[in-house]
């Protein structure tokens, strides 16, 4: 079966993430699928896709054991063009959160335009605990979403947040009880369905250029120390002794 389900109801398409038994970590299969899913034209009768995974994890970001193999490679990962590809799809995106979504999944979550999480869940950037730094891009839509003080919280400390903490936050748009995670999705979900389809183009299309001013922004000197980072022995460490279960051995090179 496939490790991204793509399904159609009317109204509503729903994209899910299916592989539970790796707690739903991105590896380049399911980045390229999520990809295409995305760039796709939306059918007239589409009005809203959800994203939302199987088990317990709602995704725990890039599969490690892929990512330490990709260290000395240089450029972006492939998850900005998933990403970024959920930011510009013409339709609002709806993302339900029944579980963990961590570092690359927290990035999923976010670029949704509503995220419906369950009191179960928590939100984290653990890349400072792994050696690791979010690239501008990814920093860009933490910063928009989460504001200066929470951002700084989430990446300098990089310990998950409840998603009833995320919620009050305004991080993210709506939290219920494990169980009535479904109709609370739902009601969001129906609310969409039930307006107007050009006037979501519209929205959507003008909440994504409002904010894209950061993107002309100088940050070559950043990209660098991202850049760094990500080569540096302590990286390799952390994603090493995260695999390993044990304390990472830092040591700033």
């Not at 890349?127 to 989460?146: D, M, N, R």
């Not at 022995?233 to 995260?242: L, N, P, V």
Request: with cysteine; glycine share 6%; proline share 5%.
């Amino acid at each position: 079966m496939s490790k991204v389900l793509v399904e159609s109801a009317g109204a509503v398409r729903t994209v899910t993430l299916n592989r539970a038994e790796k707690r739903n970590a991105l590896d380049p299969e399911m980045l390229t699928l999520l990809t295409e899913a995305f760039r796709v034209e939306p059918p007239a009768e589409e009005r809203v896709t959800v994203i939302r995974s199987t088990g317990t994890v709602f995704c725990a970001g890039l599969d490690l054991r892929e990512r330490l193999g990709t260290l000395d490679q240089p450029g972006a990962s492939s998850i900005e063009d998933v990403l970024h590809a959920i930011e510009m799809y013409p339709l609002p995106v709806v993302g339900v959160v029944q579980g963990d979504a961590i570092a690359g999944g927290t990035e999923l979550a976010l670029h949704c335009d509503l995220v419906v999480a369950s009191t179960a869940a928590r939100f984290g950037m653990s890349l400072a605990q792994v050696g690791l730094a979010p690239t501008w891009f990814l920093a860009k839509k933490l910063l928009e979403v989460a504001g200066p003080v929470a951002s700084r919280e989430i990446l300098l400390l990089g310990d998950p947040l409840p998603a009833e903490r995320m919620h009050a936050l305004g991080i993210i748009s709506r939290v219920a009880a494990p169980a009535e995670l479904d109709a609370a999705a739902t009601a969001v979900i129906d609310r969409l369905v039930a307006n107007a389809p050009l006037s979501l183009r519209a929205m959507k299309a003008l909440l994504v250029r409002e904010m894209a001013f950061r993107d002309g922004i100088a940050h070559a000197d950043v990209d660098e120390l991202v850049e760094a980072a990500r080569r540096s022995s302590d990286s390799r460490e952390g994603i090493t002794a995260r695999l390993e279960k044990r304390a990472p051995r830092f040591t700033g090179a």
